[in-house]
């Protein structure tokens, strides 16, 4: 192979990489984009049956420690503001998705948590998924805060930074 054909073959595929990329980060303001996945029941679940609420999409799995260690914060945080109105809303949902590729580890950390969002799913094609490939997603935890209108407000809120950002939008 010529030198030049070379560089060319490298320059293309760091380019495709590079664009491959920045097509599905998301962003804050940006639209999120909307998924599906499989419900414990075996029903399709999608995220833009949610809108008209704040929706916090949660990438997880049940061998992530991070993850497991703010399930109890997460669900903590529902409980409060399920129901809430805001500024612009009414009610507060988990649209928690698991890039576990065992359904049964997934279901079992489901209960050891005493996870009861309505809106929990599995997407077993780990960060190959459809739903960890269109929101960018290569680490866990990662989230995403979505308003009522479908556009990306928050990213990654974790501890109490997610009770303070949701209470402030109450205001």
């Not at 491959?20 to 984009?33: D, H, K, L, V």
């Not at 079992?108 to 948590?113: G, Y």
């Not at 995403?144 to 209470?167: C, H, R, T």
Request: hydrophobic residues 35%.
């Amino acid at each position: 192979m010529k030198k030049s054909a070379l560089i060319f073959f490298v320059l293309l595929i760091t380019v495709s990489i590079a664009t491959s990329s920045f097509i599905y980060r998301q962003n804050i303001g940006q639209t999120a984009p909307d998924i599906s996945v499989v419900s414990k029941s075996g029903t399709t679940i999608r995220l833009s049956s949610l809108r008209g609420k704040y929706v916090l999409v949660d990438f997880w799995a049940s061998h992530c420690g991070p993850c497991r260690k703010e399930n109890p914060n997460l669900l903590s945080v529902y409980k409060k503001y399920k129901n809430t109105q805001f500024k612009d809303g009414k009610g507060f949902e988990v649209f928690q998705v698991s890039i576990d590729k065992s359904r049964s580890a997934w279901i079992s950390a489901i209960q050891k948590d005493g996870l009861t969002f309505a809106f929990q799913g599995l997407d077993s094609l780990g960060y190959d998924s459809p739903s960890a490939k269109k929101y960018g997603i290569h680490s866990i935890p990662s989230n995403f805060l979505i308003d009522p209108k479908g556009k990306i407000i928050k990213k990654d809120l974790k501890g109490n930074f997610l009770s303070s950002y949701l209470e402030d939008l109450t205001h």
